[in-house]
């Protein structure tokens, strides 16, 4: 008998994907136990695991965004952070928000998984691992 896990909630993830000049991929992942910075095909195997079991409707999509366009146009003024009375979930960073000439807060536009949305290159995990794995 199979057990099924409901999904109720998408969430997001941030992590740094580094091409080295031998053409290796490297994860920088702050958020897991895995090596640091830990080598791309190891990091798709055991972070990301298989969609074979996911319905189409979940399963895993990258934004790729180079880091001089991030850099160049994230903002967050932290609201995300808030309860719906404005009460802070967890205590904000010290450092100050980060903010654009043209924007405070355009989170929705990087996380998006709509490729028509926001910066950067949409790819779903397949094409993601073909993309960026192995030595290129």
Not at 25 to 31: A, F, K, R
Not at 74 to 97: I, Q
Request: proline content about 8%; charged content about 25%.
């Amino acid at each position: 008998m199979m057990s099924r896990i409901l999904i109720d909630a998408f969430d997001y993830h941030v992590i740094l994907l580094h091409k080295d000049k031998g053409g290796q991929s490297y994860i920088y992942d702050l958020d897991t136990i895995l090596p640091f910075p830990c080598p791309f095909d190891v990091y798709s195997r055991e972070a990301f695991k298989s969609n074979e079991y996911l319905k189409p409707m979940y399963r895993r999509k990258l934004r790729v965004i180079p880091a001089n366009v991030y850099l160049q146009h994230f903002a967050s003024d932290r609201s995300h952070m808030k309860d719906p009375s404005g009460t802070w979930r967890m205590p904000p960073p010290p450092y100050a928000c980060i903010e654009t000439a043209e924007s405070s807060m355009n989170l929705d536009d990087f996380i998006s998984m709509d490729a028509k949305k926001g910066w950067g290159q949409v790819y779903d995990l397949p094409e993601f691992v073909q993309l960026f794995g192995g030595n290129q």
